[in-house]
Each structure stands twice: as C-alpha cells, then as structure tokens.
C-alpha cells in the first residue's frame, strides 16, 4: 500500500498546476472569448479525449494521469474539456472500440473539437430501465434503414446535432437483448422531430424525439446489424465515477460548512447543534469513502485486475450525496432556503435550491438506483435475476 | 499509487482465512464463555500474529498495522474469540508510551503469547476524553476499572490511569486484582471489571492526551477492521439464504425488498472497508491523518454494521432468530461494535470538528 506517485506522474501534476495557473482566469476575469480559446487550449495539450488511443487524436494518458488530471481540473473548479459531453463519455469510446474505421474518422475529430454536439436515444414512452425492450423500428431498404418509432427523455435532443440510437432490426428474438441494432443518425435528417419537455426546474434540455420514416445509411451503423445491445453495454461502463466527481463533491462540502458556519438558527449558531454537526460528519465519510472506494477500484485496473460493478457502489453514493447536501441547505437555512434565485432572502443567490431541483434528473439518467441495486445484487452476489 | 494488499499480505490472509475454517469455526467459538481455548492462542503465537506490530529489536516481525489489518479482518470473519485486537493494542501502548526497560521487558513477551493482556482505558461509558478516565494513578493504584476488554483470561492487565491532568498507564498482574466478568451482548468480546486494592503495579509510564487519542484511534480502527469480516460473513450467509428459501414459487432473493437490502450492504461494507484500510495505513504512514481517518471508518461502520446485523437476521425470518443459526452471532457483534472506541455519534461530530466546524 503505496499513496506516492512515480516521478512522471508527480511532472505531469505540475505540468496540469502550471497550465492551469496559467491559463485559469478567476470566473470574473474570464471575457467572452475565454470559452473557445480554453477548448483550443486544452485540445493542442491532447486533454480532450485523454483517454483514447493516439491515433485517433487522443491523448494516450495512462490511468493514473487520467485521475490526476481530473483531480486537477475538479480542484481548480476548471470548466469542461469540451462541450460534447456525451460525445466524450461515451459516444467517442463506443465508435472507437466498435467502429469502423471511416466512421472514427469521420466521427472522432469533430467530438475532440467540440465542433458537434451528441445526444442519446435510448429510453422510449413504454422502455426506461428495461431498455432492452426497445420497440423503435430499423428497417433494412437496400443500402438504407427505415427508422420509424419514438424516443423519449433524451437530453440534449434540442441542440444536437447527431443522435446515437437504439433500434430494433428483429422482433422474432428469443432474448430481447438481440436483434437490437445501433446507429448514428444525424438531427436534421428529414422525418425526425423533435418537442422538448419542460422539467420540474424549468429546464427544457430534454424532449421527446419523433422518427417517421427516416432514413439511415447503413455506413452509419456502429458495430453488427441486431448486435447493437453489446455497443450500449460498453458505453454506458465507460461512463465512470471519476476522481474528479470526488474532488467537486469536497468542495460542495466545503460550501456547506460555510453555510453551516454562517446560518443562525432560532437564535443560536448552527455549529453548536449536534445534529448538524453529525450530519456534515456523514456527508464526509461517504465521500471519503467515494474517494477511497475510487482509489481501490483504481488499484485493480492498475493491476490488470478485472473490475466487476463495483463502480455503481459510487455512482449510488453520487446520487443519494448530491440531493442530500442540497437538501440539508435548503432545511437549514428554513424558509430563505427555498427562495430561489431572485428571491430577496435568497441563500448562497439561491443556488442550493435550484440544485435541488436539477439533481434528481441526474440521478434517474444513468440509471435509477433502483436499478443499480439490481446489477450488483445480480453481478456481484450472484442474486437471481428479477 | 497502490491502495490494494501485497503478495504477503495475501498470503497471511489466507493463512488466517485457513486457522479460522479449519481450527477456529463457529462451533469452537460458541462453545467458548468468555475465553479462548489455549492451544488456539498457542497457533496463532507459533503463527506470528501476536509479534507483527512488535518492533523486531523487541523480538517481533516490525511490521505495520496495514500487516494487522488483513488479520483482524479474517479473525473478525469467523468471530475469532481470541484477544488479539487487545493484545495489539497493549503492544502499541507499550512501544508508544513507555521506556526502553519497559519496551524490553514486555514485547517480547507479547510476541511470544506468554502474557496476555487485557485493556481499560476509559471508566466512562460513553465519555472518550482524558476526563472519561478515573481510576486515580501513583505508586499503589486503589480504585475501579468497571469495563476492562478480554480481562477475564489475561494474565496481564494495561489500564489507564489519572492524576488531574496528568495521564498514565499501568501494568498490573491478572493475579493482584478482583476481577468480575460482566455479562455482555457478544460473547466474542467479554469484558470484566476490576477492582484494585493497594495494587503495586509491574511497570508504570506515562501517556500524554495525545498518547491516549492514538490508541483510542488504533482501537476504533481495530474493531472496524473485524467488522469489516463480520459484515461480510453476514452478507453471505444471507445472500446464500436468499438464494435457496423458496417463497411464492420464487427464491426470495428474486424478490427487490430482499436482493436490494443486500445490495445496500455490499455498498455499505465496500464503503467502510475503503475507509478503514486507509486509516488502518495512517496509523503508521500518516499518523496526522488517522484521527480523522479513525473517526470517518468507525463511525460508518458502527451504523452500516447494525443495519446489516439486524436485517442478517430479519432477511432470514424466524429461523434467524433462532440460537441454532449463526445469524444472532454477528447482529450480538454489531452491537459490541456500536459502542466500541466510540460510536457513530461521537466519531461523526468529532469528523465535524477535525473538518474544521
């Protein structure tokens, strides 16, 4: 048991300090061109994509830098590398372990650039957690397929410009999961619509997405025709609990003290009370736990070990955190906690109560905790399945 | 950057993984009432479980408590009834604290297993601060130690001791004092209280506040770390269960009120095991970091090993609550564990503190 980093690994932290020292404006000093020139920036660095092969325009980093750089960045409350999100977590992974070699061409430049956005089509009105049931229908037409059918809750759906989507080419399978195939479609191909839905915060960043005889060009589709369950499996594993979750979950808790050392409650300081005291203590060993759990699961992937679902112990973790560190705020600063922004009494420029209201969102995307329990209590202990 | 186990400390493991199956099962453990058989405690000497942590200019092996860690987890596993966590604890007590004559006169003999020691530090049930200790110190001790761990087979006892301000700890002989064992929740973990009269102690050093918050840390570490065994022996025997009970046409386990409890209790022990590692590492490598690290470990163990407990059995229905089934053997552990070094109240607050509130 070892906490030293090799001397390469401690340069390349120094290298990430000294760039970011650099290149890292206060938020107030940031002008309206600092947006792009940080994507060019860390784009010529090779930090976009960090994790891909060379070849391909990644960086090549290996496992421990991966984690020291998004340490990095989460410590210096850095913006993201790019504005593909799901482009970079698990659509760019997905083309380049199942594509052809056309399509990462075509494709992965344009997701390191950040010069197109991705979104998700997955979920459908009658298929959420059991998304092997898709009904969305590819139809094969010589050198085409013939999409026809509806995705739902697909964020992102209102600015994207391509979709990665979950079809079905057979509905005569003997397991839902086959007969599933995967394509690459993009927004504006005639017959796709697309109606946004408003969600409890007021956003409208997720919608319902329309398919009416759309047509796909069988070039567009990622790995083998009805094999496509075997691509999403992939991608949604790529979609790691990072380090650098860890380091902004620590900095939210931090945030959190200082509200607690600030607020007065019925005429007396709210660090005096136990309770409020023990709960901070909670906040703190389960992400303490996220960061070492981390760190274990780390070691194994350092040591060729195969990981199993161990990484949804954090992701369940994540999700509970998150609502109830907000949650805490807005009860401990009583009726001001729930002003939003704009409110007179407003907490913190009402910051934690329009949280509360985002992460639930979050926490259902990836998969509803329910869900999660489901996998470990099946992959891990062997559980039969529901 | 390696947070896993050696090849050595692999092999130890399954070496204690192995004593636990074949020569410690549940069936020796419950025959046991408050001690241990001696051949047992003979084993682990001749296995070198007692001199780990003893440094080797003292006869021991000079490892660290990281080395102890996979011990107390295998022991913690099986509910091993021998004192080992104890006897670690006198170890570093005396190696801390005391002086060279003392150091040379002891350890060896804790290495070896030809003493064996019982531990009270605090007096107080509930109260972990130098205040919590009352026995009063000086050249004769006279006075009560009500809760002193695995004294009632100890040849030896460590106690902690006060005047005003000043702490001490004191050996004495098992011989020159009244002992009570007290009847307690877990067996595994039995305690007594002493009585002493005059007592002329073997050796006596002193303990700064600091002294005295290590080796309750070392301590909240140690139970944690057996914890982390128990729980997961409770985990299996549970998930086996769910596996085989036939309920409504179905094993159980396919049931999510049953197979998402025990994914509950994978992420829990996942989750108190991470952090009880890396404190089990601080207490050598980064001792300014174990308090915290202490406090984080044993405070989400203490809750998340109760729950665990409780459903162990609950998840089994009434044949859980039998005393044939060994399910009641780890919720009686969960409890001892609760209160411990501390419970999750204390630790949580204290982490509060550390943090900076």
């Not at chain 1, 998304?131 to 509806?150: F, S």
């Not at chain 1, 650098?244 to 945030?255: C, D, R």
């Not at chain 1, 007065?264 to 009370?273: C, E, H, L, V």
């Not at chain 1, 369940?316 to 939003?340: K, N, P, Y």
Request: proline share 5%; net charge negative.
């Amino acid at each position: 048991m070892d906490f030293d980093f090799t001397q390469e690994e401690q340069a390349f932290r120094a290298e990430v300090r000294d760039f970011l020292a650099e290149n890292l404006p206060p938020p107030a000093e940031r002008g309206r061109g600092f947006m792009s020139e940080w994507l060019q920036k860390v784009r010529d660095k090779r930090w976009v994509g960090f994790s891909w092969p060379e070849e391909y325009g990644g960086g090549a980093g290996s496992l421990t830098e991966q984690a020291i750089l998004k340490e990095e960045m989460a410590l210096a409350r850095a913006p993201a590398l790019g504005t593909s999100f799901m482009g970079l977590a698990w659509v760019g992974p997905g083309i380049i372990q199942y594509g052809t070699d056309e399509q990462k061409q075509r494709f992965i430049p344009d997701i390191l650039d950040s010069k197109v956005n991705w979104c998700t089509g997955y979920s459908e009105p009658n298929h959420g957690s059991d998304l092997a049931a898709i009904q969305t229908k590819a139809e094969r037409v010589g050198d085409h397929y013939v999409v026809n059918g509806q995705k739902i809750w697909t964020t992102g759906a209102p600015w994207a410009d391509w979709i990665i989507l979950l079809t079905r080419t057979e509905f005569e399978v003997e397991r839902k999961h086959d007969g599933i195939t995967c394509l690459l479609v993009p927004m504006d191909t005639p017959g796709i619509e697309v109606r946004p839905i408003e969600n409890m915060a007021g956003d409208s960043n997720f919608a319902e997405v329309f398919f009416t005889d759309v047509q796909v060009p069988v070039e567009n589709r990622l790995g083998e025709e009805g094999k496509g369950w075997a691509v999403t499996i992939s991608a949604l594993a790529n979609e790691r609990s990072s380090i650098g979750e860890v380091t902004q979950m620590f900095a939210k808790l931090e945030s959190l003290k200082n509200l607690v050392r600030t607020t007065t409650r019925q005429g007396r300081p709210a660090s005096d009370d136990p309770s409020v005291r023990r709960r901070i203590g909670e906040f703190e060993a389960k992400i303490a736990a996220m960061k070492y759990n981390g760190l274990r699961y780390l070691t194994k992937q350092l040591r060729g070990e195969p990981l199993s679902s161990e990484t949804s112990v954090n992701k369940l973790h994540r999700a509970s955190l998150e609502i109830e560190m907000d949650d805490f705020a807005v009860e401990l600063t009583g009726l001001a906690g729930v002003q939003l922004p704009g409110g007179d009494e407003a907490v913190d420029g009402g910051r934690w109560a329009r949280s509360s209201l985002g992460w639930p969102g979050v926490v259902i995307g990836g998969g509803t905790p329910n869900i999660q329990r489901n996998i470990i209590a099946e992959r891990i202990l062997g559980l039969p399945k529901d | 950057m390696d947070f896993g186990f050696s090849e050595e400390q692999n092999l130890l493991r399954e070496q204690v993984s192995r004593f636990m199956t074949d020569a410690c099962p549940l069936s020796v453990v419950r025959a046991q009432n408050g001690g241990f058989p001696d051949e047992l405690w003979r084993q682990a000497a001749d296995l070198g479980w007692l001199a780990l942590i003893v440094p080797e200019a003292h006869g021991g092996l000079g490892l660290k408590w990281i080395d102890l860690a996979v011990v107390l987890e295998e022991s913690g596993r099986g509910l091993s009834p021998l004192p080992i966590l104890s006897q670690a604890l006198a170890a570093t007590a005396i190696g801390r604290c005391s002086g060279d004559d003392v150091k040379s006169e002891w350890l060896p003999q804790i290495a070896t297993g030809d003493v064996v020691f019982g531990v009270g530090l605090y007096d107080d049930p509930t109260w972990i601060d130098p205040k919590g200790v009352g026995l009063e110190g000086g050249e004769t001790l006279t006075g009560a130690k009500p809760f002193v761990s695995d004294a009632t087979r100890a040849t030896h006892l460590l106690l902690a001791t006060r005047n005003r301000e000043r702490l001490g700890l004191a050996i004495v002989d098992a011989g020159d004092v009244t002992l009570k064992a007290q009847p307690g929740i877990d067996r595994t973990k039995p305690f007594a209280s002493v009585s002493l009269d005059r007592v002329k102690p073997l050796a006596a050093f002193a303990m700064s506040t600091a002294d005295l918050a290590y080796l309750t840390d070392c301590g909240a570490v140690a139970v944690t770390l057996e914890a982390i065994g128990a729980a997961e022996a409770t985990m299996a025997l549970t998930t086996e269960y769910a596996k085989t009970r036939i309920q409504f046409d179905n094993p159980i386990g396919k049931y999510q009120g049953v197979k998402h409890r025990l994914a509950d209790m994978f992420i829990d022990i996942e989750s108190f095991k991470s952090l009880a590692y890396y404190a089990a590492w601080a207490v050598d490598d980064a001792p300014e970091e174990l308090p915290r690290a202490a406090s984080l470990a044993k405070a989400y163990a203490a809750d998340a090993f109760a729950r665990i407990g409780i459903d162990g059995v609950g998840l089994h229905g009434a044949i859980g609550f039998t005393a044939e089934y060994d399910a009641q053997l780890y919720l009686k552990r969960s409890k001892w564990v609760r209160s411990a070094f501390g419970d999750a109240d204390y630790h949580y607050q204290r982490a509060a503190a550390l943090g900076g509130l």
